[in-house]
């Protein structure tokens, strides 16, 4: 049984730590094979098929197939590795941390260039005023 961290009660943060780390490990080694652009193609011809090659939970594989970009990481997903399926896709970073919030990425963008989100109420689940 994993000790509760501090930070798992920052609303929407999906902290990439040790546990997370083991429960990803095969979900990252898919996202590192598409490093290849042979495996890039063999993905997009046949996702599924090409999934059925690494050991990934029901709901990692949900995740991949629906491109729920948070989903993966809830389920052990780095951004870092699996934002090479999205590269995979035509998409980018930007694309991608827009889908995440909620917003278009040009909306996406606008609030990065002025600040970021707001602090306020995202800092803690339990304390929703600060």
């Known amino acids: 049984m994993t000790q509760q961290r501090d930070y798992e009660s ?26 290849k652009a042979e495996n890039r193609a063999k993905f997009k011809a046949d996702p599924e098929k090409y999934l059925d090659a690494f050991k990934l939970t029901a709901e990692q594989r949900r995740a991949v197939l629906a491109r729920d970009w948070l989903g993966m990481l809830k389920v052990g997903g780095n951004i870092y590795y699996t934002i ?45 005023d600060i």
């Open 84 to 128: 090479k399926i999205a590269f995979c896709d035509g998409l980018t970073f930007q694309d991608v941390a827009g889908m995440m919030s909620g917003v278009p990425k040009e909306t996406y963008a606008e609030m990065m260039l002025a600040g970021g989100r707001s602090p306020r109420g995202n800092r803690y689940k339990d304390r929703p």
């Open 10 to 35: 920052i609303p929407g943060t999906y902290v990439y730590d040790s546990v997370r780390g083991r429960i990803g490990y095969h979900l990252n080694m898919f996202c590192m094979s598409l490093n």
